[in-house]
């Protein structure tokens, strides 16, 4: 079965400080690489995509590293806030009778203390 | 309304009820999707449609059945649920040929 591995299962770090969160998937036709972001209450919701053409992305305080020969893709938050605690989702997505269908990790839940 | 809106947001049922959760997307997507996420685990996929069509069927079982009358709108049936169902039902919707899924808010379902 397709899988995705995320880690670590939580994090907690101090405002300003850097989170990263790793991920790791084994079939390489995934071609699509989404994180998601979900407050308690909400649905998860995009945060940050990236292809595997592409070796890094940046959104704002967000940034993804990819690494293809390792099939391994990163988030780093950048000057974390509080407002930045939530649960961290990667996915790798394959494309299926025309929709992408992603693979989800586990998920990481994020604290960070003011 | 914007987005993907879930109703209702909770739902307590025995296991011999019948209920059905709705989705409606207002995004103008052709694709959707529903997801069960369970405490611990990852987000478990149970059906796609795409144009309509259901293209994935993750080995759900039949208890669960869905339906998708037209591209802005999908429910999940539901029919003799067990305990074990319990769990927050995510629907999300995309443009086919994009891996970007707008989800809603979620049904919190409770089992007794």
């Known amino acids: 079965q397709q899988q995705v591995k995320q880690s670590p299962q939580s994090l907690i770090v101090q405002k300003g400080g850097i989170p990263i969160i790793n991920c790791a998937y084994e079939?390489?036709?995934?071609?699509?690489f989404p994180w998601y972001q979900q407050f308690p209450g909400k649905g998860p919701a995009l945060l940050i995509a990236?292809?595997?053409?592409?070796s890094e992305k940046k959104e704002g305080r967000f940034t993804i590293s990819f690494n293809k020969s390792a099939k391994q893709f990163s988030l780093h938050i950048m000057d974390s806030q509080p407002g930045d605690s939530a649960t961290y989702f990667c996915a790798a997505s394959i494309k299926t009778g025309g929709s992408y269908i992603p693979t989800f990790g586990r998920g990481t839940s994020l604290i960070v203390h003011p | 309304e914007t987005g993907v809106t879930q109703t209702p947001r909770h739902l307590v049922m025995g296991m011999t009820n019948k209920k059905s959760l709705k989705c409606e997307q207002h995004?103008?997507?052709?694709?959707m999707y529903w997801y069960k996420q369970s405490a611990k685990k990852p987000l478990e996929l149970m059906f796609v449609y795409s144009l309509e069509e259901r293209v994935e069927n993750n080995s759900v079982p039949s208890r669960f059945s869905p339906e998708c009358p037209n591209s802005s709108h999908l429910f999940l049936h539901l029919h003799t649920l067990q305990p074990e169902d319990s769990a927050l039902y995510l629907c999300?919707?995309?443009?086919?040929?994009?891996?970007?899924?707008?989800f809603g808010d979620g049904t919190r379902l409770s089992i007794l």
């Open positions: 990236i292809r595997p053409d592409v």
């Open positions: 995004l103008g997507h052709n694709a």
């Open positions: 079939n390489t036709a995934f071609d699509y």
């Open positions: 999300a919707s995309s443009h086919i040929g994009t891996g970007a899924l707008h």
